[in-house]
T-cell receptor
Framework: QQKVQQSPESLIVPEGAMTSLNCTFS??????FAWYRQHSGKAPKALMS????GEKEEGRFTIHLNKASLHFSLHIRDSQPSDSALYLC???????????FGSGTQLTVMP | GGIITQTPKFLIGQEGQKLTLKCQQN?????MYWYRQDSGKGLRLIYY???????QKGDLSEGYDASREKKSSFSLTVTSAQKNEMAVFLC????????????FGSGTRLTVL
């Protein structure tokens, strides 16, 4: 059964810092890897996704996937107070409709 | 664009009571999901449905029933509400491919007295 774990549980960074969030998964047949962001009291929204090994950059956000090490990460360049939110990683296995989420990283960016 | 509407936004029930949460989507998505989010934590999958009249159990299905009678709607029933399942229940949907983005409703917050 797929296990998805996130670290750290919470993180406080100053404005302008580089932030790195981590996610590990247990099933090597996983094919879809995504980060969702949830501001306080709001619905989660998809941020970025990746399917194959390597990196993908969108603006200040970069997602990095290493399937061999069962790990992917989200990096936020020049972190802003508006980035303060709960970040959730999610993984699905090839051929499965289930999307399994991690337990979340609460990010606070201090002005 | 589309929207996912969850009703009610707040649901208060007594311990042992049967309670129903409703979800409607106008994306015309095939697949729908129910997740539970305990305070400030991650999402745990309760039930999902690949198409109308299909139901699949997630890891947290015990104590819940679900119903998908129409493509656009997906209901979740708490069969006997317990104090330890006070949480926000999130409905989501996506297109047929399992690699597509999930879209969420704004949630139903359950309180059990």
């Amino acid at each position: 059964q797929q296990k998805v774990q996130q670290s750290p549980e919470s993180l406080i960074v100053p404005e302008g810092a580089m932030t790195s969030l981590n996610c590990t998964f247990s099933d090597s047949a996983s094919q879809y890897f995504a980060w969702y962001r949830q501001h306080s009291g709001k619905a989660p929204k998809a941020l970025m996704s990746i399917f194959s090994n390597g990196e993908k950059e969108e603006g200040r956000f970069t997602i990095h996937l290493n399937k061999a090490s069962l790990h992917f990460s989200l990096h936020i360049r020049d972190s802003q107070p508006s980035d303060s939110a709960l970040y959730l990683c999610a993984v699905s296995i090839s051929g499965s409709w289930q999307l399994i989420f991690g337990s979340g990283t609460q990010l606070t960016v201090m002005p | 664009g589309g929207i996912i509407t969850q009703t009610p936004k707040f649901l208060i029930g007594q311990e042992g009571q049967k309670l129903t949460l409703k979800c409607q989507q106008n994306f015309n998505h095939d697949t729908m999901y129910w997740y539970r989010q305990d305070s400030g934590k991650g999402l745990r999958l309760i039930y999902y449905s690949i198409t109308e009249n299909d139901l699949q159990k997630g890891d947290l299905s015990e104590g819940y029933d679900a119903s998908r009678e129409k493509k656009s709607s997906f209901s979740l029933t708490v069969t006997s509400a317990q104090k330890n399942e006070m949480a926000v229940f999130l409905c989501a949907s996506r297109r047929t491919s399992s690699a597509e983005t999930l879209y969420f409703g704004s949630g139903t917050r359950l309180t059990v007295l």
